[in-house]
């Protein structure tokens, strides 16, 4: 198992921020390598909520459910994939007139994907940081990635 801290500060409403990252159709638009994501709950957005993501050229794709809805200041997430399991959470705080938002996930390699277990933690950690800091750029540069 793997552990994966991380933050990012944005230039951006805490509720903005929150809002967008707890619609997962919303992160096609700021994370290249997912491709579509369809909602498999009915709205409104909240604990209990399941999306179907599609990654990659590859097409794998991954069910995530809201485990905890605190908005605007807690999203906990479990996301299951046919090579691993992500639980966590996002945490997002105010400071001056930045949003900060953490995340903090726990993930468990599956199968063959085992055998990586000692580089899941650091790809894990950039492939992070390069998701939220699209987010970043999204809501700093356009002002909102909401696409629903």
């Not at 908005?71 to 299951?80: A, E, F």
């Not at 903090?104 to 580089?119: C, E, S, Y």
Request: net charge negative; hydrophobic share 40%.
């Amino acid at each position: 198992m793997a552990h994966v801290t991380g933050h990012v500060r944005i230039a951006a409403p805490l509720e903005q921020v929150f809002d967008t990252v707890a619609d997962s159709r919303n992160e096609p638009s700021f994370n290249p390598t997912m491709t579509e994501v369809e909602l498999l709950t009915q709205a409104p957005i909240g604990l209990g909520t399941r999306f179907l993501a599609h990654m990659g050229k590859a097409d794998m794709q991954m069910v995530i459910e809201i485990s905890e809805f605190e908005r605007p200041h807690r999203l906990g997430s479990l996301t299951t994939s046919s090579t691993m399991e992500t639980s966590g959470a996002l945490t997002l705080t105010v400071e001056g007139d930045e949003t900060v938002m953490c995340w903090d996930w726990q993930v468990r390699p599956k199968g063959w994907f085992r055998l990586l277990g000692p580089l899941v933690g650091p790809l894990g950690g950039r492939m992070e940081r390069r998701i939220w800091t699209g987010l970043k750029h999204k809501l700093e540069n356009d002002g909102d990635a909401r696409t629903s």
